[in-house]
């Protein structure tokens, strides 16, 4: 049974930092390719991220760019969103996906396999 499992969500202020965390089980990861989404109430799932599978290349929505960084430890089964300078607009729930088959890097109908999400909330 494949999973993903988001953790270090939480409620901080403007201009802090958080660090989600997307462990995976289940599944081959290294031949995965990871993204995170978010979703803001009221709003569409926006793509955030993503890196692949092979060397590791990776894409940055533009509204986050400079300021959050994806990254993975195949070893540790677990792909990582470090997020800098947050804004209250970074408000959501964050979701990690996992895929193993070509499409459109940021369309949601792509990924295979979906966390249950966690919450980050930015106060102004």
């Known amino acids: 049974q494949v999973q993903l499992v988001e953790s270090g969500g939480g409620l901080v202020q403007a201009g802090d930092s958080l660090r989600l965390s997307c462990a995976a089980s289940?599944?081959?990861?290294?031949?995965?390719?990871v993204a995170w989404f978010r979703q803001a109430p009221g709003k569409e799932r926006e793509f955030v991220a993503y890196?692949?599978?092979?060397?590791?290349?990776?894409l940055d929505a533009d509204s986050v760019k400079g300021r959050f960084t994806i990254s993975r430890d195949n070893a540790k089964n677990t792909v990582y969103l470090q997020m800098n300078s947050l804004k209250p607009e970074d408000t959501a729930v964050y979701y990690c996906?996992?895929?193993?088959?070509?499409?459109?890097?940021?369309?949601?109908?792509?990924?295979?396999?979906w966390g249950q999400g966690t919450q980050v909330t930015v106060s102004s």
């Open positions: 289940g599944l081959t990861f290294s031949t995965y390719g």
């Open positions: 996906a996992a895929r193993n088959v070509a499409g459109s890097t940021s369309s949601p109908q792509t990924y295979n396999f």
């Open positions: 890196v692949s599978w092979g060397r590791g290349g990776k």
